[in-house]
């Protein structure tokens, strides 16, 4: 994750909103996405954003691109005990190109 | 839906020893990742295969091979195992494509642990 640098941790309280923030530094990146770990499970995709939107909006989940900073959020909104994982998030080029992932960040929900 | 299955979930091995590691895509989809996550790590891109071909190459050592077969599942074989080794391998399988299909999903993992 040396090119995708993420905060370590993150803690809120139940039904408060989460902000993970997240930046990169490859500008060609057509996709950026978010995954979910929980603790010795695989990644799930939350959700993606092409690098020409600016937000995307998933239910509860938003994300915010900022291309010129290079700067992506995810906000969790009533954010529950079951968001409590590693979100990882990862750029990519699309097609057959590999994905790389940030260093993740440990949301911890405070019941 | 059907997703990405990994098999073994789960391996032992001791050093020096063989494994072998397989991955079978979403229905339909062509081309086939593998990542190695360690302990506390982000997941690092390994190898990548489209259409049986490798398409892209990470950071995989040179102990390490891979094939996709014609069935588009694929074998990550490894070899002269070290305790370094030890990690979570992920396979992912995509379509490239328009939109969303160039998405990478990912299966459970194998979890491989070298004594």
């Known amino acids: 994750g040396e090119d995708v640098e993420q905060s370590l941790f993150l803690s809120v309280r139940e039904g408060d909103s989460s902000v993970i923030n997240c930046t990169y530094t490859d500008s060609s990146s057509t996709y950026l996405y978010w995954y979910k770990q929980e603790p010795g499970a695989g990644l799930q995709l939350l959700t993606y954003i092409f690098s020409n939107m600016d937000m995307k909006q998933d239910q509860r989940l938003t994300v915010l691109l900022n291309k010129k900073d290079k700067h992506l959020s995810l906000r969790i909104a009533d954010t529950q005990t079951g968001d409590s994982a590693i979100y990882f998030c990862a750029e990519g080029s699309g097609g057959y190109q590999k994905v790389t992932f940030g260093t993740g960040t440990k949301l911890q929900v405070i019941p | 839906a059907a997703g990405v299955i990994q098999s073994p979930r789960h391996l032992i091995k001791e050093k020096r020893e063989t494994a072998t590691l397989k991955c079978y895509p979403i229905?339909?989809?062509?081309?086939v990742y593998w990542y190695q996550q360690g302990p506390g790590q982000d997941p690092q891109f390994l190898i990548s295969f489209y259409e049986k071909m490798q398409s892209d190459k990470g950071s995989i050592p040179d102990r390490f091979s891979a094939q996709q077969f014609s069935d588009y599942h694929s074998e990550l074989n490894m070899s002269s195992l070290e305790l370094g080794d030890s990690a979570l391998y992920f396979c992912a399988s995509s379509t490239p494509g328009q939109g969303h299909t160039d998405t990478q999903y990912f299966g459970p993992g194998t979890r491989l642990t070298v004594l």
């Open positions: 229905p339909r989809h062509d081309t």
